[in-house]
């Protein structure tokens, strides 16, 4: 599935991947430096009615949530990692392996160790206001 949005419509955006997407544990984000994965993440984790502090976890690696409607969710910020062995010492094994909703930035630095039946989500820029959305639980699958 396809779908154009702008940072106003972000929020519907969100509300469409979820009702799309919610079966899936692992999402997938790529998507090139700026083009708004931790932005949609957010609108996405507001949706779920978060109400911890939502922030891209870059340095930390990994943050958690609770949903009162989704549960733990892990968000991951895979970005700063060198390999899979950073990764699994890093824990995200574990998060993966938990059967809570994992969201998952810069996925390509370890994407050996993602679950088969990962949501993959593409976010392209078409121009400054506007992206590109496609996700397929197939895309990248090893």
Known sequence: MKFSYT?????????????????????????????????????????LEVKDAISSPTFAI????????????????WYR????????????EDCLLSGNLCLVEWPEKASGLLPDNTLHIIIETTNAYERLLSFDPDHLKS
């Open 62 to 77: 990994i943050n958690e949530y609770s949903s009162p409607l989704a549960g733990v969710i892990y968000h991951m910020d």
């Open 81 to 92: 990692l060198k390999d899979e062995e950073e990764a699994l010492q890093a824990g995200v």
């Open 7 to 47: 940072l106003s419509e972000i929020h519907d955006a969100a509300k469409t991947l979820w009702r799309e997407g919610k079966q899936y544990k692992t999402w997938a984000f790529h998507a090139q430096m700026g083009a708004g994965k931790t932005t949609l993440i957010h609108a996405l984790c507001e949706l």
